[in-house]
């Protein structure tokens, strides 16, 4: 009964958290309150567009659930919306941590004992999975602006060959990496805790080809769904990009974002520095930008975690 009551005790705690980083990363956006209808020239706000930004967020999340359930099929059954439950408590607690690493942990409790340690391996399956489709996409955002607007990098070409090729280099590595995830189980041996849990690596080797191959589909997918939220958002601020030019500044913002190591207290401003930086190539309405990027932070991760934080407490609750 006690240790029912620390779960709860923690559980609450972890959800006051999420709620005081979300109130003080609102209360401190600057933009926001500079948002009004008349110096935007907002007076005819299209509400349609805020409903499909909701309806996108929902698609996005669910796309990652699917990913998760397809990781976690061969230890644990999930019903979708076990599975999402599961995805937005890992919001909740991730929220607040270095490059959302919590999300693994607010999984993990969804899962049965002497399975969690699969049940994190497999979320940093679908974390690499994300990050290669971030890659991939933001190189082909690279060489797009190198050859469609080569005035916008005026660093020299040099450091566009070594950063080109660097970028190169990572993405066969993760390419490598995500194919051949089965090779790396030796490393885990190394560490006593896996030795323990010998049993649930043994799982994690497991993973077919055409379940990766699936993930990796779904990441692409919930990376376009993200990236239309932007893209849609950017409209609703009067900053109006053709497709090409949202494409290469969109993708070049999130590939800078995932390689610069960071907290979440600072993830949003580091985010719209370089949306000003990149979606400035075409428009010069910075205050549009760093609007859009602080509402999709509002929108993808603030509204979630708070409707994870009600599965959090409940799963809690629930536990014997």
Known sequence: MKRKSLKIIISIL??????GFIIYKIVNLEELKVLTFANQNFKCIDFWRIIILFLLMFLNWSLETIKWRILVEKIQEFTFVDALKAV??????GIFTPNRLGEIGGRAMFLNKGKRTFGVLATGVGSLAQFLT???TGIIGLILVLALYPDKFRIGSV???ISSGLLFILFLFLIWSYFNVYKIKPLFFKFSFFKKRADQLDVFSEIKTISLLQVALLSFLRYFVFMSQFFLLLKIFNIHLTITQAYISISLTYLFTSLIPTSTLI???IRGSLAI?????????SLGIVLSTSILWIINLAIPAIIGSVFLLKKSSNKN
């Open 14 to 19: 972890l959800v006051l958290l999420s709620y």
């Open 267 to 269: 993830e949003l401003g």
């Open 277 to 285: 930086f990149f979606i400035g190539f075409f428009s010069n309405n």
């Open 88 to 93: 937005f408590s890992g919001i909740t607690i």
């Open 159 to 161: 450091f566009n060959s």
């Open 134 to 136: 971030t890659v991939t």
